[in-house]
T-cell receptor, first 113, second 115 residues
Framework: SQKIEQNSEALNIQEGKTATLTCNYTNYSPAYLQWYRQDPGRGPVFLLLIRENEKEKRKERLKVTFDTTLKQSLFHITASQPADSATYLCALVPRNAGNMLTFGGGTRLMVKP | DAGITQSPRHKVTETGTPVTLRCHQTENHRYMYWYRQDPGHGLRLIHY???????DKGEVSDGYSVSRSKTEDFLLTLESATSSQTSVYFCAISAPLGGQGYGYTFGSGTRLTVV
């Protein structure tokens, strides 16, 4: 069956450290993968997109990698801040699925001062 | 969120009653989506629309219907609400990212409780 798996346990890190979140998928051939941030009581907010032929994408303190052999994407936040505390969702678009997103369950990140 | 609003924000309804949730966009985008979000399941697609009067089912469409009579409005109806439909409902639009694919913009959600 098709799955998109993110660690359901919260990730707790100290301010200033790099947070690394993992997204693994099974039985998908994604055209591209996206990461979203969700704060409590709010809708998800788009952060980054990485295509299947890209290995890495950066935006300010954010970095996403995409390994189609391992079927995995890693999401890094460098120099993390308490304001980065939120739930982070990965989502992918399978090939031939237009722009239909399928989401993982999300990982909650807690950055402690 | 800019360009997309959902109403109501909160609703409590009784089992067996019909409920309609509204999503309104000001961005004139073609694609609109309804998701539900539940603990342990993440976001799951209920229905989507690719134009006026053009809709299709998603992963968890049973018990739900949608309508899109205008580009800006996408309605989700629970024909006869059940307790299993207690959830947070999100509407989304997709917009091109300058040749880099599409990103979604979500509304703020509707928290629906069926008692």
């Amino acid at each position: 069956s098709q799955k998109i798996e993110q660690n359901s346990e919260a990730l707790n890190i100290q301010e200033g450290k790099t947070a690394t979140l993992t997204c693994n998928y099974t039985n998908y051939s994604p055209a591209y993968l996206q990461w979203y941030r969700q704060d409590p009581g709010r809708g998800p907010v788009f952060l980054l997109l990485i295509r299947e032929n890209e290995k890495e994408k950066r935006k300010e303190r954010l970095k996403v990698t995409f390994d189609t052999t391992l079927k995995q994407s890693l999401f890094h936040i460098t120099a993390s801040q308490p304001a980065d505390s939120a739930t982070y969702l990965c989502a992918l678009v399978p090939r031939n699925a237009g722009n239909m997103l399928t989401f993982g369950g999300g990982t909650r990140l807690m950055v402690k001062p | 969120d800019a360009g997309i609003t959902q109403s109501p924000r909160h609703k409590v309804t009784e089992t067996g009653t019909p409920v309609t949730l509204r999503c309104h966009q000001t961005e004139n985008h073609r694609y609109m989506y309804w998701y539900r979000q539940d603990p342990g399941h993440g976001l799951r697609l209920i229905h989507y629309s690719y134009g006026v009067k053009d809709t299709d089912k998603g992963e968890v469409s049973d018990g739900y219907s949608v309508s899109r009579s205008k580009t800006e409005d996408f309605l989700l109806t629970l024909e006869s609400a059940t307790s299993s439909q207690t959830s947070v409902y999100f509407c989304a639009i997709s917009a091109p990212l300058g040749g880099q694919g599409y990103g979604y913009t979500f509304g703020s959600g509707t928290r629906l409780t069926v008692v």
